[in-house]
T-cell receptor, first 115, second 114 residues
């Protein structure tokens, strides 16, 4: 069975703090894809990153970075020097490459960055 | 490209009425998804089309829900008859060669059934 767990329901930080959002996944497939999406208060879902299971390189994009570790089945997301505009719900998701290509979603982590 | 376009953005209807939600995917995308989001259940995949063909509709809650994709540029999600528990935000998303690429989401339709 496939599953995505985002254990942190809500996180609150003060602006300029670093924050890490955890994502742990379960899958029996050797080929799979991991995603992070952001849902700001306006409601739309914004794609942040996609990673396939064969690419364990960490990625950095500005203040955002992602740490993919197959050994621990984790795909964690770190925001450095957080800003108020980072306040949103962040979703981690998993899909496989087989016949059933559903995106399996975590329940999301609500991040509040306070001034 | 204008992105995934959903209409209406908001819908308020009375219990028992038929509701039709519409989606125009991004041109060139061959996969289309309908999701429902509620506080209690989070994001739920309702149905997924590939090349206009429904691939997986196991998430459709019951027979009151139906979805069609008559062509590559249009899809509908219909609820008939609607019930208060159908109140949610419904998202449409599209992607190219899923799951190799990311899905792009519309702005959602907030449905309220009273």
């Amino acid at each position: 069975a496939q599953k995505v767990t985002q254990a942190q329901t809500e996180i609150s930080v003060v602006e300029k703090e670093d924050v890490t959002l955890d994502c742990v996944y379960e899958t029996r497939d050797t080929t799979y894809y991991l995603f992070w999406y952001k849902q700001p208060p306006s409601g739309e879902l914004v794609f942040l990153i996609r990673r396939n299971s064969f690419d364990e390189q960490n990625e950095i994009s500005g203040r955002y970075s992602w740490n993919f570790q197959k050994s621990t089945s984790s795909f964690n997301f770190t925001i450095t020097a957080s800003q108020v505009v980072d306040s949103a719900v962040y979703f981690c998701a998993l899909s496989n490459a087989g016949n059933n290509r559903k995106l399996i979603w975590g329940l999301g982590t609500s991040l509040a960055v306070n001034p | 490209d204008a992105g995934v376009i959903q209409s209406p953005r908001h819908e308020v209807t009375e219990m028992g009425q038929e509701v039709t939600l519409r989606c125009k995917p991004i041109s060139g995308h061959n996969s289309l998804f309908w999701y429902r989001q509620t506080m209690m259940r989070g994001l739920e995949l309702l149905i997924y089309f590939n090349n206009n063909v429904p691939i997986d509709d196991s998430g459709m809650p019951e027979d009151r829900f139906s979805a069609k994709m008559p062509n590559a540029s249009f899809s509908t999600l219909k609820i008939q008859p609607s019930e208060p528990r159908d109140s949610a935000v419904y998202f449409c998303a599209s992607s190219f060669r899923h799951p190799n690429t990311e899905a792009f989401f519309g702005q959602g339709t907030r449905l309220t059934v009273v």
